[in-house]
Structure formats: structure tokens, C-alpha cells
């Protein structure tokens, strides 16, 4: 594998993360300098602790007659240049660590702030990215980049960024303090620099693509978990638990595999490092020691050298140890890179404005949409509903029906022709200010963890404690509700699993009532339930969709027969129009389909 020796090609993506966030952290700038600050002074008192060392060993212990590099040292007594040289060793490291425990703290509130920044951003990207790319992708592994994956970012910041780059600069120093000491000697020492350089640039790109396959295995780790958990009545009601623990068996065996790979080559380049070290200072005590005999080093001297040249390949040890983490928060910023980068199929267009208050006239114009551009599920739909106007969407399973009043919320866009309320094409709005005048009740109607009073309310501001009774009370919820031990303060579980399916639809139906739009859609609004709770939801949405200009899109085909016009769609394309008694008089598909399930009704 042939790979470049820069710190930037072993571990790409760093540089393409770091100016992707810039406008974050240059949001941060004071905490940056003075994080600054602290970091040079750290780096300066690292380069400054071995000296008292030498003192002692050339001045003190030796009593070498050359001349001091510092004039005053010759100046003290050995006692007392003793004494300040011990100050100094402990003084040194208690600034140094002084300066690096500000430095820690004021970069950590760094991370953290352009981190939370990130995830807030990450979060509201995907609620905006199109159901398209929803579909395509797997919650579990969103839910991986959302969390771990920007959890990752700002601890490699702390683990991994930080000491690597107090080590370079630390190594920078101290080389040119080595270079005035003696060039030769400093020039021998980096001799084994090549061959590290290359060795750790081919094992850390095998680091990268290492860990790049872990976080896709731990993603995936995460979907089967979140897909078997969502769906856990299912998967219970069909003895689904072995084969999904076969399948997260499987993946976790994979995740481990390719950890344990990732450990083993940076623990490879680790021990390569371990070596170069050896190798450097025994070539470095030779020569030092043979420069001492022909007086022209102190025996001090070599000390220092062999201190700072330890410390000089600690950089590179570091490097070593810290190019797998790096490796591992390039992978994880790739991967919310990649979700950031991801354009959104339907999106507000250039120059597009809020949306007037809307009188409810509905239009398809010649409208065509297919999920892939060779399949068409829906063909030159041809369709007005005049305000207020009450329309069911009727006809065969897979026939376009729920993607038609999609189309109306912009949850997919037309490949051909326009969706128009009042005469305008809804793509000139802001899906903000079209959305919000759109109200929707749903077959299976989610309900959040929260009170029932909040997800009543949701979306909806400065709303009355009033109002959500009286929704509540359209919808015929007001008194289960009430009969609750906390009532309206009653929290839900997880998607409303503590209710019903009656009593989750009618908060649904609630929740419709309160946001007084002009259009309301209502997709199988009683499909499973029973005939008791139908009964009752049903009179709750005639209540509902008074006044407002209402798609209800059903297979029960006396719920159809309420409507102002029933639209029969088959196979993408509108098959019958006209009131219930005009498409019985018909004779034709919807009238044998309503006699198909009145015989089974009656029977």
C-alpha cells in the first residue's frame, strides 16, 4: 500500500473537518487565545526542565572549569546554585502544569461548545433531509453520527489533538535549543527520522480505513438494535427474537474484528517507534560521550541532549499512539460530513416566500411522481378541490393514494407538473410557512414521550390551557383524558405506547384540532380500530374537518361515502371521480369494491 508520509494524507479528512467547522471555532476565539497562551508557555517550561539538571551535574557535582553559558552562574556558590537549582526543578513542573491544566480546561469548553453547535446542526440538517434519504438510510446508524460519532470529535480533541500538538511544538523547541547546543550530534540523532516517517505513514492510512469499517460496523450495530427494538411487538408476535439475535451477533462479532485489527496495527506502530527510540539514543550517548572526552562537550551537556532527545522522539511516540485516535475522529467527522454535505431533495427554493393565509383551493396540474425517475406511481393527475371541499382518496393498495396528499405537504416534490393552493405553486413558499397552515392525522398517530397536554400542543405556540381542552373535547379525548391520574399531565410512553390505539388517534385528532389550518389530510385515520372507537374517531373528524378543505385517503369505503367527492386512483392514475351516488349510478370499479365490502359487512 503506498501511502504519503504527512500527518495530513495518514489522517485524512482532519484538515477538511477543522475548515468545515471554522466559522464554530472562530466563534470561540477569546477561549482560543488564551488557551494560546498557556499552551506556549507550556511548551517553553517543557523545553527550560532539564537545565537545573545540568547546573548540578556541571557546577555542582563535576565543578567544570569552563565557563558557564550564563555569566552569573559562575558568580554562586555551589550551595547556593544547588539551591536554586532545585527551586527551579520544582518550580518548573508546577508552572508547566499550571499552564497545561488552563489549557485543558479552556480548549475542553472549546470542544464542547463547537461540538454542541455541530450536533444541534447535524440534528436539524436530518430533520430537513428529504424522507427519500430517510428511507434510504438506517435510523440506528443516524443515531450513531448524531451522538457517538460527534461524541468522539471532542474527546480525540482533548486525547489526542491537544497532546499531539503540545508535542510539536515541544519538539520544534527543543530541536533548535539541540541545533545551538551542537549541530552535528543533533543531525546524527535524527538520522533514524526517515525510515520512522515512512514506516508510520503506511500503517496509519491502514489505521484510517481500519477504523472507517469499524464505525460502519458499529452503525450497523446500532440500526439492527434500534429496528428489532422499535418493532419489538412484532417481533415477539412472530418468535423473530433468535434470528435478530443471530443477525446483531453477527454484526457485533464484525465491529470487535475490525476494533481489535485497529488496535493491533496501532499498537504495531507504537512498538516501531519503541525502537527508533532505543536506536537514536544509544547512537546519540556513543557520540556524546566521545565528544566529552575530547572536551568538547560537559558532561552536563550530554545530559541535556539525551534528556531533550528523549523527549524530542516523544512527539513522535505520541504520534504513534495518537494516530489511530485520529484516524478514528477522522472517520467519525467523515461521517457527519457526510450527512451535512447531503442536499436535500425538497428544500426551500431560491427567492421562495411565506406563504399567504390560504383559502383551501387545492390544485394537481398535470402532476407526475415516481421515488426513482424510471418508475412513475403517479401519471398526469388532474385534480381541483374547491375550499372547504371534502375529498376522499380511494383505490387499490400501492396505487399512489398516500404519496398523492404528500405531494400537497411537499414531502416529495412532482417530477412533472405542480402542486397549486390558491392558483400558486407550493414550491414558491417556505415548507415552513406551507406546513404550518397543513394539518394531518395519520393511521398509526405517533405520540412522543411527554404529557398528553404537550403532544396535543406541539407546534404550536402560545396556545391556552383552554384551547387544548376544547380540541381535546372535539375530538371526543376530553374524557379519558380527564379520567387519567394526572389528566392532561399524563405522560405517555414511547410512541403512546401506555394508550390505545382509540385514544392515540383521538390525541392525534386533538392535535389537528388546535393548529386551525385552512387544509387538513387524513391518511387511513381508522384503519385497526375497533368498531366502537371508529364510531367515535369518526365523528371526532367530521367535527374535525368542518370548514376546512380535507383529503381522506381510506380503503373503508363507507367512510369514502361521506365525503363531498370520492377520487378512485388505480395504478397512478385517476380511474373515477364524482359524489358516492354519481360512482354507484357508475356501475364501475368503486361501485362493485363498495359492494365487495357491504356483502362482508352484512355477512
Keep these: 500500500m503506498t501511502s504519503s508520509p504527512s500527518l495530513q494524507k495518514s489522517v485524512p479528512g482532519i484538515w477538511k473537518i477543522l475548515s468545515y467547522f471554522s466559522p464554530y471555532i472562530r466563534k470561540q476565539q477569546k477561549l482560543l487565545f488564551l488557551s494560546g497562551i498557556a499552551l506556549v508557555v507550556d511548551v517553553g517550561l517543557r523545553v527550560l526542565e532539564p537545565w537545573p539538571l545540568k547546573f548540578v551535574f556541571d557546577y555542582v557535582l563535576i565543578r567544570d572549569r569552563t565557563p558557564p553559558a550564563l555569566p552569573w552562574v559562575g558568580t554562586l556558590e555551589p550551595i547556593w546554585l544547588l539551591a536554586c537549582s532545585i527551586l527551579a526543578a520544582i518550580a518548573i513542573p508546577v508552572l508547566r502544569a499550571v499552564a497545561a491544566y488552563w489549557n485543558t ?43 457517538s460519532d460527534a461524541s468522539r470529535l471532542q474527546e480525540i480533541l482533548l486525547t489526542a489533538a491537544l497532546p499531539l500538538l503540545v508535542s510539536i511544538l515541544t519538539l520544534l523547541g527543543m530541536l533548535a535549543v539541540m541545533f545551538w547546543m551542537d549541530r552535528d550530534l543533533t543531525l546524527l540523532s535524527l538520522l533514524m527520522l526517515p525510515w520512522f516517517g515512512l514506516v508510520a505513514s503506511r500503517l496509519s492510512d491502514r489505521i484510517r480505513e481500519s477504523s472507517v469499517k469499524q464505525r460502519q460496523q458499529e452503525g450497523a450495530v446500532a440500526a439492527t438494535a434500534a429496528e428489532s427494538i422499535a418493532a419489538i411487538k412484532l417481533v415477539k408476535a412472530l418468535s423473530l427474537q433468535e434470528a435478530f439475535a443471530r443477525i446483531f451477533a453477527t454484526q457485533n462479532q464484525r465491529s470487535l474484528k475490525e476494533s481489535v485489527h485497529t488496535q493491533q496495527l496501532a499498537s504495531n506502530l507504537e512498538r516501531t517507534v519503541d525502537v527508533v527510540i532505543a536506536i537514536g539514543t544509544a547512537v546519540v550517548l556513543w557520540y556524546g560521550s566521545w565528544l566529552v572526552l575530547r572536551d568538547a562537550l560537559t558532561p552536563g551537556d550530554v545530559l541535556v541532549f539525551l534528556t531533550y532527545l528523549k523527549n524530542a522522539f516523544k512527539p513522535v511516540q505520541n504520534f504513534a499512539k495518537y494516530t489511530g485516535r485520529l484516524a478514528k475522529a477522522a472517520a467519525s467527522g467523515e461521517r457527519i460530513l457526510d450527512v451535512l454535505e447531503e442536499i436535500p431533495d425538497v428544500r426551500d427554493l431560491p427567492g421562495a416566500i411565506a406563504a399567504p393565509p390560504f383559502r383551501g383551493r387545492v390544485e394537481f396540474d398535470r402532476v407526475s411522481f415516481g421515488y426513482e425517475p424510471e418508475r412513475v406511481l403517479l401519471e398526469k393527475i388532474d385534480l381541483k378541490v374547491q375550499p372547504g371541499q371534502q375529498v376522499a382518496i380511494v383505490g387499490t393498495s400501492g396505487g399512489g393514494k398516500s404519496t398523492l396528499v404528500s405531494l400537497i405537504l411537499r414531502l416529495y416534490d412532482p417530477i412533472a407538473g405542480a402542486v397549486k393552493i390558491d392558483g400558486r405553486d407550493i414550491r414558491e413558499y417556505t415548507l415552513d410557512s406551507l406546513r404550518s397552515q397543513i394539518s394531518v392525522v395519520l393511521q398509526e398517530s405517533l405520540l412522543f414521550a411527554a404529557t398528553i397536554r404537550e403532544n396535543i400542543a406541539y407546534g404550536v405556540a402560545d396556545i391556552t390551557a383552554a384551547e387544548i381542552v376544547a380540541a381535546a373535547e372535539l375530538a371526543n379525548a376530553r374524557e379519558f383524558i380527564e379520567a387519567l391520574p394526572q389528566g392532561y399531565d399524563t405522560v405517555v410512553g414511547e410512541r403512546g405506547a401506555t394508550l390505545s390505539g382509540g385514544q392515540r388517534q383521538r390525541i392525534a385528532i386533538a392535535r389537528a384540532a388546535v393548529r386551525r389550518t385552512p387544509i387538513l389530510i387524513l391518511d387511513e385515520p381508522t384503519t385497526g380500530l375497533d368498531k366502537k372507537n371508529e364510531q367515535i374517531v369518526i365523528e371526532a373528524l367530521q367535527r374535525l374537518a ?6 381522506v385517503v381510506t380503503h373503508d369505503l363507507h367512510l369514502a361515502a361521506r365525503s363531498d367527492a370520492i377520487v378512485y386512483i388505480e395504478g397512478g392514475q385517476i380511474e373515477e371521480r364524482g359524489s358516492h351516488a354519481e360512482l354507484m349510478s357508475r356501475n364501475g370499479r368503486y361501485a362493485a369494491l363498495y359492494q365487495m365490502q357491504s356483502a362482508v359487512a352484512n355477512s
Excluded at 428511507?135 to 446508524?141: E, F, N, T, V
Excluded at 368542518?546 to 383529503?551: I, V
Design 546 to 551: 368542518r370548514g376546512r378543505t380535507t383529503f
Design 105 to 147: 480546561v479552556w480548549l475542553a469548553l472549546v470542544g464542547s461548545r463547537v461540538i454542541g453547535e455541530v450536533r444541534e446542526r447535524l440534528y436539524r440538517h436530518l430533520q430537513q433531509l428529504s424522507l427519500a434519504y430517510h428511507h434510504r438510510a438506517r435510523s440506528g446508524d443516524l443515531i450513531v453520527r448524531v451522538s
